[in-house]
C-alpha cells in the first residue's frame, strides 16, 4: 500500500486520550492518504483495549503494535518506523499536546522545502519547569555529542522522509536514540513553529529517572566524548599530582615537613572518586556492549495487526494551509 503519510504514535497511558487524538487524526485531508501507526509499550492502564477498539471501527488504515514489555519510547518509535508504510512519518506523542492541524502543516512543509527531517519547535512550551528544564539540558549535551545543527530543538513531533527510516530502522542494537540515529543518515534538516497545548489528561510519563536514561543513551551509544573527558581528567590530575609532588618535596627540603593528615585525606579522596567515575564510564560502555553482542532485543512485538479494508465513511474535510 502506497501512502503519503505515516502519523506514528506510541502509547503509554494514554487510554484517556488516545481516542480523541485518532478521531482528529482520522478526519484530516492527506492527498495520496495517510494511515496511523499505534505502538501500545506494555501499557498497564486499559491503553492496548482502547487501541483495538480505535482499530475495530476505523475510517482509516490503522496498524497497531502490541509490544510484549515495556522497552521505553524510542524502542516503541523504532518498532513503528518498521511497519510505517508512508512516504513521510510523522511521530507524535498521545497526550493531545500537538494539534492534530499541526501535522498536516507539517507534513506539507515537508513537502515544499525537500528536507530529509523537520523538527517542530514551540514558542511556548506547555510542560512542568522541571521537564523543560530536562530537556533543554538535554538539548545541550546534544550539541556537545551529536553532530547536529547548533540550537536545533529536538522534538518528538517531527516529520521524517521514507529514505531516512529506512537509514535509521537500520540499527537494531538494544539502545536506539532516534534523534541520534537521525544526524548519522542525514544533514538535510528543516525546522518548523507550531502550537503546543497543554496537557489534555494525566502527567507525563517522563521521569527524572527517564530522562537520565535518555540523556545516558545519548551521551554512551552516540559518542565517544565520555571516555575523552575521563582521559583529559586523568591527565589534568596527573599533573596536579605532579605539581603536589614536587611542592612536598620542597617542603620536606627546605621547610619543616607538616603534618599534612587534612590536605592528604583530601587530596586521596578526590582521586578515589575521580577514578571510580571513569571506571563506571568504561563500565557502562562495556555494559552496553556486552549486551548488543549478547542480542538484547530492541523490542518484542506480540501481535503487530492492521484494518487495510477500512472504508471512509465521512464526508471530505477541508483543510486550510496556513
Known sequence: MNLALSILIPVYNGADSIGELVAALESIEVPGGHEIVLVNDCS??????????????????????????????HNAVMAGLREA???????????????????VRLLHHAQKTGKDVIYTFYAH????????????????????????????????????????????????????????LIMQATQRIGTLEVEHLPRASGRSNYT????????????????????????????????????????VVGEAMFRATPPGW?????????????????????????GRLYLTINKKPQSVARAVTRNDQAERRREPVAITRN
Request: charged fraction near 20%; glycine fraction near 8%; hydrophobic fraction near 50%.
Open 44 to 73: 498497564p492502564d486499559s491503553s492496548l483495549f482502547e487501541c483495538q477498539r480505535l482499530q475495530a471501527k476505523a475510517k482509516v488504515p490503522i496498524t497497531l503494535v502490541d509490544l510484549a514489555r515495556n522497552f521505553g519510547e
Open 85 to 103: 508504510r508512508g512516504a513521510h512519518v510523522i511521530t507524535m506523542d498521545d497526550d493531545l499536546q500537538n494539534p492534530p492541524g499541526e501535522v
Open 125 to 180: 512550551k506547555r510542560h512542568a519547569a522541571w521537564r523543560n528544564l530536562g530537556s533543554r539540558f538535554a538539548n545541550r549535551v546534544a550539541d556537545m555529542v551529536l553532530d547536529k545543527p547548533k540550537g536545533l530543538y529536538l522534538s518528538s513531533f517531527r516529520c521524517i522522509n521514507a529514505f531516512v527510516v529506512e537509514q535509521v530502522t537500520r540499527y537494531d542494537g538494544p539502545f536506539p536514540y532516534i534523534d541520534g
Open 208 to 247: 527524572l529517572t527517564r530522562l537520565a536514561r535518555l540523556w545516558l543513551s545519548m551521551f554512551v551509544n552516540f559518542s565517544v566524548m565520555p571516555l575523552r573527558i575521563a582521559t583529559f581528567t586523568g591527565f589534568g590530575l596527573s599533573l596536579l599530582g605532579l605539581v603536589g609532588f614536587l611542592w
Open 262 to 286: 587534612a590536605s592528604l585525606t583530601a587530596a586521596t579522596l578526590l582521586l578515589l572518586g575521580v577514578q571510580l567515575v571513569m571506571l563506571g564510564i568504561i563500565g557502562e560502555y562495556l
